[in-house]
């Protein structure tokens, strides 16, 4: 393990990310927090001393704003304090704390995680004051990141240097999250997934000490945190990123709603042949319907954006071009880059929702699969909310980095797949969620089985998922499970989801050690025409 930093101005500068550690109460915790126990007083003063941020206490204004998670599923379970960490001293602060205290805890800037992992019972670590983003001086465009930073101010000081990164659409995400799960958008078919673009990081380990990770120091430590997923090897509190240089994009907004099956699968198919310029999303949005009622039309739509390039839009959409409804599509055409992103940017209000997620080729999809996709679109039950099952385009850059080379093993695909459940509990019954969350599991399951879909995306956490750890981490995972043998072999962090230490020195990446999932995960990639 590196040495501890030493302290500076700049470290106390540097953030801590948003789900980049979550710990909740598991069998074989290192933290075995009892139900109902609580530190004396003098703990908690002991915590507001360390803590330069601040604390919060379940009386104090503002608490519920700030522990309320993005998925309402998760609402329910509220934090005995919140530490708002200014510095990483803080946050180093906050770990020895809950060890002393034997306290479960979890680490937040935005809150976005899907399965609820920024969550607990304990000691909720607030990063949103650790944020910023600024040149490394005397680089050629690397930019110190830090931890706490959600997309919305990463947008604005990045639109100051003119530079861009991978970057998602919603602006309250947390950047760390994002990046260490992988980090999907529609840059990435230029530019590899947002950690392929990570040159370096720093973080909290469970010992306590602030370490830097890059290719030449603590170098497996690096790989695992370029798609590992937050939470598992330490608290994150910066990250170095190379940037590249904006340009003029033509975004656009397409909407079809006549012959929907045949229009999807001409996108499908003809759209896995575009430039590495082009990035784009699919949605398939069935309405929402009250019981007795009847459902509106089902739309398609796609969202997405062209960097400046040779080929038009009528080019790549080919066939679909003037099947689309123009009165509902918008196209703003080379617009400066981050005027376009204002265009696509996203707010998302907190709902209660859960995602199931794959990666398919375009060859496997055929008319019987598609044909399928409707067909379960058709049996939704009546929910009080729209859902959508969506296919997010991936492949060019992406597939230019090994399967191995980062923690971020799904390369290879032209596709990922999801497939939504939303609700709105005061007015959804409990037999109405389950209802749905069933329809989505089978229809999830149904469309794997006919395309030949693997895989699941760590940043979509599904608590659902059986073999969550190979359709995360697929080969990859007996390595992670090495890193964190190496960085945290008593599962401070942990949760529902976390990768597990290696319990022997086991050998790199050959399938035919692999769990059962992550070995059929890599021989369906190979197997994928």
């Not at 907004?253 to 999303?281: C, H, I, M, Q, Y």
């Not at 992406?398 to 093993?409: F, H, K, L, Q, S």
Request: proline letters at 5%.
């Amino acid at each position: 393990m590196a040495r501890e930093l030493r302290s500076s101005r700049r470290n106390f500068l540097v953030g801590l990310g948003g789900f980049a550690a979550a710990a909740k109460l598991m069998p074989g915790s290192a933290l075995a927090f009892e139900a109902g126990a609580c530190p004396p007083p003098s703990a908690w003063s002991d915590l507001a001393r360390a803590v330069k941020g601040g604390v919060l206490r379940p009386e104090d204004p503002f608490f519920a704003d700030i522990c309320r998670p993005n998925n309402l599923r998760y609402g329910a379970t509220l934090p005995a304090c919140i530490a708002r960490c200014a510095s990483a001293r803080d946050v180093q602060a906050c770990i020895a704390w809950v060890k002393r205290q034997n306290m479960p805890f979890a680490v937040r800037s935005g809150g976005h995680n899907y399965a609820g992992f920024s969550t607990t019972p304990g000691l909720l670590i607030d990063m949103s004051r650790m944020a910023g983003v600024t040149p490394v001086a005397g680089s050629d465009g690397l930019v110190t990141v830090q931890g706490g930073t959600l997309n919305l101010l990463a947008y604005k000081q990045m639109e100051r240097m003119g530079r861009t990164i991978t970057h998602g659409r919603c602006d309250t995400v947390g950047a760390a999250g994002f990046l260490l799960g992988g980090g999907i958008g529609f840059n990435m078919r230029k530019f590899g997934v947002g950690a392929d673009l990570m040159r370096a990081t720093e973080l909290v380990t469970a010992d306590g000490h602030l370490v830097r990770a890059d290719a030449g120091t603590d170098a497996s430590l690096y790989w695992a945190c370029r798609g590992g997923g937050g939470g598992n090897f330490g608290i994150n509190t910066a990250f170095t990123l190379e940037t590249r240089p904006v340009d003029a994009v033509t975004v656009f907004n397409l909407t079809w709603t006549r012959d929907l099956p045949k229009v999807l699968k001409l996108l499908l198919t003809e759209l896995a042949s575009a430039p590495d310029d082009f990035g784009s999303k699919i949605a398939v949005t069935i309405p929402s319907r009250q019981e007795g009622c009847d459902r509106a039309p089902l739309t398609l739509s796609i969202l997405g954006q062209l960097h400046g390039s040779d080929t038009s839009l009528k080019d790549i959409f080919k066939s679909t071009w003037e099947l689309r409804d123009q009165d509902q599509s918008q196209i703003k055409a080379d617009v400066p880059y981050w005027q376009g992103q204002d265009f696509l940017t996203e707010t998302t209000f907190p709902y209660y929702y859960q995602e199931k997620s794959s990666y398919m080729r375009a060859a496997s999809i055929d008319d019987e699969a598609i044909a399928a996709m409707f067909d379960w679109a058709g049996r939704m039950p009546a929910t009080s909310m729209p859902v959508s099952f969506k296919f997010f385009q991936v492949g060019g850059a992406i597939d230019r980095v090994g399967r191995t080379e980062t923690a971020y093993v799904h390369r290879g695909a032209d596709w990922l797949f999801t497939v939504e459940a939303n609700w709105w509990s005061p007015t959804d019954s409990t037999l109405q969620v389950t209802q749905a969350l069933d329809w989505q599991q089978r229809f999830t399951d149904d469309v794997n089985r006919r395309t030949g879909a693997v895989g699941a995306f760590q940043n979509f956490s599904d608590p659902s998922l059986a073999d969550w750890q190979g359709a995360y981490y697929g080969e990859n995972l007996a390595r992670l499970a090495e890193v964190k043998r190496a960085v945290d072999p008593g599962m401070l962090f942990t949760f529902a989801q976390a990768i597990r230490p290696a319990e022997t020195p086991a050998r790199r990446n050959p399938s035919s050690a692999l769990p059962g999932g992550a070995r059929r995960e890599a021989e369906a990639v190979e197997r994928l025409p």
